[in-house]
């Protein structure tokens, strides 16, 4: 809970089941004033409890539905994502990151930033980050 201005802004946890928990100190999402804030999904299937899909595409798909049940959870959706951020394990990937990430959102999609990085979680290939306007 903090004090922005004269508004009291409350700080909620978003956790579901539907994802994958955290494996470490942080959340799934957050929720704040008007906004939710989730954390990098990777492509871990929340039933198996690890990465299944061992390709770019595949695991884009994964991610994505993380996010959305993450979002959902939180009371938003794909549709009220404002930014997103992607990491990729290599740019030379970012065709097929796209070509699944673009048919998650319509003719309006949201900002975002997409960065190689030297290597993610679970030797995933793709990890995404969004924040989002609450319903």
């Known amino acids: ?3 922005i201005g ?10 579901t ?3 994958p928990a955290a494996v470490g100190p942080y959340s799934q999402g957050v929720k704040v004033g008007h906004f939710v804030f989730t954390a990098g999904q990777v492509a871990i299937d929340p039933a198996a ?5 061992q390709d770019v595409p595949g695991q884009t798909e994964q991610v994505m539905r993380n996010l959305r049940e993450v979002l ?3 009371g938003s959706d794909l549709d009220k994502v404002v930014k997103t951020t992607v990491f990729l394990q290599s740019m030379g990937d970012f065709a097929a990151m796209n070509e699944v990430y673009g048919s998650y959102f319509g003719d309006q999609p949201p900002a975002r930033s997409t960065v190689e990085v030297g290597g993610l979680p679970l030797g995933a290939l793709v990890e995404i980050e969004a924040i989002a306007l609450l319903s």
């Open 49 to 53: 409890g690890k990465i299944v899909a």
């Open 17 to 19: 089941k539907k994802a």
């Open 6 to 15: 004269r508004e009291i802004v409350e700080r909620d946890i978003v956790s």
């Open 72 to 74: 959902r959870e939180a």
């Open 1 to 3: 809970r903090s004090t």
